[in-house]
């Protein structure tokens, strides 16, 4: 099958010079033919009728890939061969292979083949087969991106699959074609969550990380409370509260204390499918699988609440016992975790503790993660085990070492001194570097507070006799230089011992004298006039232009002459500012506005096709869009509730209610053959391979019977289009106020689901709430009066509402396409209430799931008379795409056309069924056109109108 | 994901590629190439790159790196796993993973690479599905498919990649039906210079060798379970059970598997089966060191300790070693400045001790610091965490297996500072 690379081989034969030559080709020498004449012997073999000829050709084109040959023009001969004939052949496996093989070959022309392949493949009995399909999909996609439509739908169908196999694989190709469209995802975000555990290792890494993402959308973040208060008090900062805390102005504060009002008044309440996902990933933390692990991680950090989170850092510190790579990785992500979430990781301290064989990256990254580990209460113990680490041979190691404890240091006040003292010590080291390290670092340190350290300044100004390096020279002589008031007697010597090797100095070790010498001519001209103008002049026939430009700027600033200008006046100040004390923090600040664990997020730089992780949404959006409905055609035959039940509990997850192993094992060889998987013969231990073929034979009969079911259920769904409302926040009318219900009160809403008795009708749902003090009785209603044409399905009678208690119930109207109020009474055991429930024309449609193709070609059909256009200027509120789609999937039932250049949306009256087609297209400074194409006009009028003014308000 | 693998040995060679989509030009490896002559030791080669249009992702097994070439974002562990998935299963096919061993079966390698990865996508990864496909090598084949021009690749269709079990193979039959399970665990440790522990935790791993007919599910219990602080499992272990019961129920691999991980709660003190005494000094006068090392039994059990070794990593300036061993060997690699004892088996009535003086080189300031010990060492017949399998249960199967379980306890990381 590795045909297929080949031929993409542009770079010929290219085997490098000393490689020994491999495979079987006999032809490969070169001597006995040449390469036309070889690849023609091929191509016969592959034309001829016996099996065993062609065989043998594919084994030598694989040796000839496997050498770097290239075998591009034997394409047409395999794919006639290996291809197109196999791609119906009976059995799955073939079939797969085929497809997979026709998928692989990267050439245009092939494209509409490969499209009906895989539609065909798509809608296979075989699970295998199906996934094989989804596979397909990228590639086809990478080959030609004109055909994203055709493949979002493939796609689309492939995620409602059941099968775990199918799972991973179509999720992925959601990932690299259409990782926008999220709401494909809704109807199958249950599922996916409850598949999980048995999806193959690779996939479980693709799904988690897509409902990562999916999570951040749709649900309301579960710290939210506790970081506003955070905020709010003034602590810690939070976790994901914003980074511009420090000068937050009142409108601001105003805000916030706006918001922990509203966050006390309304508590937090997971959405139990954000508790699904939580709970369906957990286990999948003791997987062996490193990338699987990692994934759980970074879900659980970016969603978990605060107090959940720490199951992690266990998993997490198990992976530092894998391959190095891997606890790079890891070590990267802990570190970034670690900034923000010190607490989970403290008890595994030890774990970070650095050995003298670990490779020099390993140790700096745990150095990282033990200095934001380090606080008040183990920072000793950091200590001790850092003194360990100075004296190691490696000396990039100590290097970082000495620079962690300098971050200690600034970090914990308490141990400043101590650090200090540990870091002068250090000056005193054989080694330079760690000499020169430490004093880059001191001088950090002391920019805190020089005054009190006049004693380690004077100290280091005595290393200038001894320490070579550059960097620390320079690290010394600025520090001289800035404080040269608490060191008035040794900084003019050491100034003078500069100016005598000014001269073999390095570059940056001049500019640090040049600038000393500046400072204490400005301070203390008596004693260094001269020195400084001997330095100045010396530096002046420098070889380096950097230090003769240096020279002479600062002459013409300090020495006072009739020429030097205004500036003179304020060398002082220009000189001897007060410097801002550098801030030594960790490098992975910060890091986890990426994904953790992706690649952009090690790189700490945007990769390619990275997606963003999204925000939490301010309001959660509607939670009912990821509801199921079990359609009533599955009631059907007993073995169909009998497979429908085994579905639900996928072979290998381990359902709570398993009773032993015995049971288990049986039901589960069982159920491997009858969960849509096709497999049969898989798990039959022991058959031969006769009656492996046979099984599988009468298997798949059964399997098409049940396909055909399947494809029924489809097309049923496809009519009906319920699935793929976007449906919005749904509003609700008062029926019957308490007042004039006598304590009954009564709410209706349309609820945008269809309605399950007959799909004309619009389904009102309708809240009771008895006020009263008394049980109210025999909820029914009565004496219907109807515009013609007009239907309702009456709601069940509710027996008895007992007092302070609610109850809801569903009823059917058929309006006819009108918005004409349907009238009744609404009777309880004593009483009779007249209402009328009158619907805004938006509710008089459901969603239809157009292409934008489709929508264009439908709205071409709707013009003249049917099509009615307005201006309008949009609510300074409604400018983004964002509010635009809210506020008009608001006011009517209609479905936002996907990938659509401009906001279209598209739907279908009730009754009649016909096309409701709505385009907004927004210009510059909020000026939009809003187009309703309706066969209805009486409709369209009023939708226009409505529209109209949601957007305006 | 992934696009393409590069095979490289140690002196930088390309010596295979392989591309799932687009060819890539070698030339890509140039910045890997910069990278690891910058990082000078192999290991210290940063396991992720950026290059100005792809991302190299890359592992060093054994002597050799396997290179991955990305494109746009994937999760780096997910191609660090796989690429040490490849090399298990060349490993696993060859039973080793060398350039010499991968250019002998070049044929088998790029079959496999072929079947893993669809499109940069990992596809079989279990190696019960691939060995359905493409059979392992024997020398009896190959001499057979030479003569005959067959190939490695399978008659029979690999069923096991339609399974919900893909990790095992259908119609297994066996005449001996036996299932071992060994209980290994490693002690990682880092004692201060005093003989004091800076930090001791145990590892353990349970490797499984299971060769039953049909499709037997297993149960496996602990005396006492509550000892596993954290695990992680093979795929076939039922999670749920674990967490319910805490026992291990699954359907096997065919044939030898790793069946979980653990760790010990780091609560229980961990025994430290042996001590060090020793004292290295290098003196400031004269180019010259002593070196004085001494082990003896702390905390055994009362079993003996075996495979006893010492491994140092010299300071550069130590030239050679003069020394004598009262019981085993000891060499001094002048280029990688390693010494190694190999002492064996310990005995307490006559303990292991190695001295002798080390010399320097001239003109070098002493050495600042001190090197550190590796110990390795291996107990038979011990669990140190006291773990105990308490029984083995077979269902969905009439038939009688052999059961065995072996423990041994190895030194993991045990790094001794002085």
């Known amino acids: 099958m590795s045909v297929s690379s080949a031929f993409n081989d542009e770079k010929g034969g290219s085997s490098s010079v000393g490689e020994p030559e491999y495979g079987h080709d006999p032809a490969s020498g070169g001597i006995f033919s040449s390469d036309y004449k070889r690849h023609d012997d091929l191509k016969e073999m592959l034309d001829s009728n016996k099996d065993s000829l062609k065989l043998e050709a594919m084994k030598r084109i694989v040796a000839m890939i496997a050498r770097g040959k290239n075998a591009s023009d034997l394409f047409p001969a395999v794919v006639k061969n290996v291809a197109c004939k196999n791609i119906e052949d009976p059995n799955q496996l073939i079939r797969a292979s085929a497809l997979r093989v026709l998928s692989s070959i990267r050439v245009t022309i092939i494209v509409p083949i490969m499209m009906l392949a895989i539609k065909e493949a798509a809608s296979d009995m075989s699970p295998y087969v199906r996934k094989t399909a989804a596979h397909a999909i990228p590639k086809l996609y990478s080959l030609d991106p004109e055909q994203k439509d055709q493949l979002i739908e493939v796609i689309e169908k492939l995620l409602a699959d059941k099968t775990t196999l199918v799972a991973g694989s179509v999720v992925m190709a959601f990932e690299e074609v259409c990782p926008e469209r999220i709401d494909l995802i809704h109807k199958n975000y249950r599922k996916l969550c409850n598949l999980l555990i048995d999806v193959e290792e690779w996939g479980q890494v693709v799904i988690i990380n897509m409902l990562t993402r999916y999570a951040r959308t749709q649900f309301l973040n579960p710290n939210i409370n506790e970081s506003l208060l955070e905020e709010g008090s003034g602590g810690e900062k939070a976790f994901y509260g914003s980074d511009d805390d420090e000068d937050e102005d009142e409108e601001e504060k105003e805000k916030k204390a706006e918001a922990m009002a509203m966050a006390k008044r309304k508590p937090y309440v997971m959405d139990p499918d954000h508790r699904l996902l939580l709970r369906n990933t957990k286990p999948l933390l003791q997987s062996r699988n490193a990338a699987v692990v990692m994934a759980v991680a970074q879900l659980y950090f970016h969603l978990a609440p605060k107090a959940e989170v720490g199951v992690i850092a266990k998993a997490l510190v198990r992976l530092l016992r894998s391959h190095s790579e891997v606890q790079y990785v890891v070590l990267q992500n802990v570190a970034t975790m670690t900034i923000k979430r010190r607490g989970m990781f403290e008890p595994y301290l030890k774990s970070f503790y650095i050995r003298s064989t670990d490779p020099t990256q390993i140790k700096v990254l745990k150095l990282e993660v033990l200095t934001n580990l380090a606080n008040e209460t183990n920072i000793s113990t950091i200590l001790r085990e850092f003194q360990t680490y100075i004296k190691s041979m490696d000396k990039d190691f100590v290097a970082a070492t000495i620079q962690a404890i300098g971050r200690c240091a600034t970090n914990i006040g308490e141990v400043r001194d101590t650090c200090l003292n540990g870091l002068v010590q250090l000056l005193s080291n054989r080694d330079e570097l760690v000499v020169a390290e430490s004093v880059v670092v001191i001088k950090k340190l002391l920019q805190m507070q020089p005054e009190k350290h006049s004693d380690i300044i004077k100290h280091m100004a005595k290393l200038t006799d001894n320490i070579q390096v550059p960097m620390a020279r320079a690290s010394i002589l600025w520090l001289i230089g800035e404080y040269c008031e608490h060191v008035p007697k040794i900084a003019p010597d050491v100034l003078r011992k500069m100016a005598k090797s000014f001269t073999n100095e390095e570059d940056i070790v001049k500019l640090q004298i040049i600038n000393l010498a500046a400072k204490l001519y400005l301070t203390n001209s008596k004693q260094t006039k001269l020195l400084t103008q001997y330095v100045l002049n010396l530096a002046k026939y420098d070889q380096n232009y950097d230090i003769r430009d240096r020279a002479r700027f600062i002459r013409q600033l300090i020495v006072p002459t009739e020429k030097s200008g205004a500036l003179s006046k304020y060398a002082k100040k220009l000189f001897l500012a007060l410097k801002p004390a550098p801030v030594l923090e960790s490098p992975f600040k910060d890091r986890d506005h990426f994904q953790l664990g992706s690649l952009s997020h090690l790189l700490n730089a945007k990769a390619g096709g990275y997606q963003e992780l999204p925000d939490w949404p301010e309001a959660a959006p509607d939670p009912s869009v990821r509801n199921v409905e079990v359609p009533e055609w599955t009631k059907c035959s007993s073995r169909e509730k009998r497979r429908e039940k085994k579905v639900e509990k996928p072979f290998y997850s381990d359902s709570e209610g398993e009773s032993g192993p015995t049971e288990s094992a049986d039901s589960e060889s069982d159920s491997a053959s009858g969960s849509e998987s096709g497999s049969g013969s898989g798990e039959e231990s022991g058959s031969g391979s006769a009656s492996e073929e046979s099984e599988e034979g009468s298997d798949s009969e059964e399997e098409e019977e049940e396909m055909e079911k399947d494809n029924k259920k489809k097309t049923k769904i496809e009519f009906k289009k319920q699935t793929i409302a976007p449906s919005s926040t749904v509003k609700s009318y008062e029926l019957l106020h308490r007042i004039t219900g006598e304590g009954l009160s009564v709410e209706y809403c349309f609820s945008r689901q269809p309605f399950s008795s007959d799909a004309n009708m619009v389904a009102v749902q309708m809240q009771f709430t008895n006020n009263s003090t008394s049980e109210t009785k025999s909820l029914h209603m009565e004496d219907v009066k109807l515009q013609s044409g007009m239907r309702v399905k009456e709601f069940a009678e509710i027996e008895s509402l007992p007092a302070g208690e609610s109850a809801t119930a569903v009823m059917g109207i058929d309006f006819c396409d009108s918005t004409q109020a349907a009238n009744f009474q609404l009777c309880t055991h004593t009483r009779k209430f007249f209402v009328s429930i009158q619907p805004p024309v938006g509710e008089l449609m459901q969603p239809v799931f157009l292409t934008e193709n489709e929508f264009k070609k439908e709205q071409g059909q709707l013009m003249g008379m049917n099509e009615i256009t307005e201006k309008l200027t949009l609510d300074i509120k409604c400018r983004n795409e964002h509010a635009i789609v809210q506020r008009v999937t608001t006011t009517a039932n209609l479905s936002r056309v996907p990938c659509g250049s401009d906001k279209e949306f598209a739907g279908r009256t009730v009754t009649s069924g016909s096309l409701v087609l709505v385009t907004v297209v927004t210009k510059d400074e909020g000026a939009t056109q809003l187009t309703v194409n309706c066969e209805k006009m009486v409709i369209g009028t009023m939708l226009v109108k409505d529209i109209l003014l949601a957007l305006t308000q | ?418």
């Not at chain 2, 100005?52 to 992702?57: A, V």
């Not at chain 2, 090598?137 to 690999?158: A, E, F, W, Y």
């Not at chain 2, 919900?164 to 399970?181: D, H, L, M, Q, S």
């Open chain 2, 1 to 418: 994901m992934i696009h393409s693998l590069f095979l490289i040995n140690q002196s930088g060679d390309i010596f295979l590629e392989k591309h799932w989509k687009s060819v890539i030009g070698r030339s890509v490896c140039d910045y890997f190439f910069e990278a690891k002559e910058k990082a000078v030791d192999p290991e210290n080669v940063a396991p992720v790159l950026q290059t100005p249009h792809h991302y190299l992702i890359s592992i060093l097994r054994g002597k050799l790196f396997f290179l991955s070439v990305i494109q746009t974002e994937v999760p780096p562990l997910f191609v660090i796993e796989f690429l040490h998935r490849v090399a298990d299963t060349f490993q696993d096919y060859f039973g080793d993973c060398s350039e010499g061993v991968i250019k002998d079966n070049l044929v088998t390698v790029y079959e496999l690479l072929e079947e893993m990865l669809d499109n940069g996508f990992p596809l079989a990864t279990e190696s019960n599905v691939l060995k359905e496909m493409i059979r392992p090598p024997t020398i009896l084949r190959s001499v057979v498919n030479t003569l005959t021009g067959g190939s490695n690749v399978g008659d029979t269709l690999p069923t096991g990649q339609l399974s919900n079990i893909p990790w095992r193979r259908a119609g297994v039959k066996y005449t001996n039906n036996e299932a071992y399970f060994d209980v290994i665990e490693e002690i990682d440790a880092i004692l201060d210079k005093s003989g004091t522990t800076v930090c001791a935790e145990i590892q353990g791993v349970i490797e499984a060798c299971v060769r039953l007919t049909g499709m037997p599910d297993l149960t496996l219990s602990f005396m006492n379970p509550r000892l596993l602080d954290d695990v992680s499992f093979h795929p076939c272990v039922r999670f749920k059970r674990w967490e319910s019961e805490r026992v291990l129920s699954f359907i096997p691999p065919d044939g030898n598997f790793t069946l979980m991980t653990y760790h010990v709660s780091s609560q229980n003190l961990v025994a430290i089966p042996v001590y060090v005494k020793q004292n290295i000094s290098f003196f400031e006068t004269g180019p010259c060191g002593r070196l004085d090392i001494t082990i003896g039994p702390k905390q055994t059990m009362g079993k003996t300790v075996e495979g006893l070794m010492v491994t140092i990593h010299m300071p550069k300036a130590v030239l050679s070693a003069n020394l004598t061993a009262t019981q085993g060997n000891y060499s001094y690699d002048l280029a990688t400045k390693v010494l190694v004892w190999d002492i064996g088996k310990l005995n307490p009535q006559k303990l292991p001790n190695l001295r002798g003086s080390l010399s320097m080189q001239a003109g070098v300031p002493r050495p600042e610091e001190n090197p550190s010990l590796n110990i390795e060492l291996k107990i038979q017949q011990l669990a140190i965490s006291g773990l105990k399998v308490s029984r083995l249960d077979m269902y969905g199967e009439k038939y009688k297996p052999f059961k065995g379980v072996k423990y041994v306890t190895k030194a993991g990381k045990f790094q001794v500072r002085t």
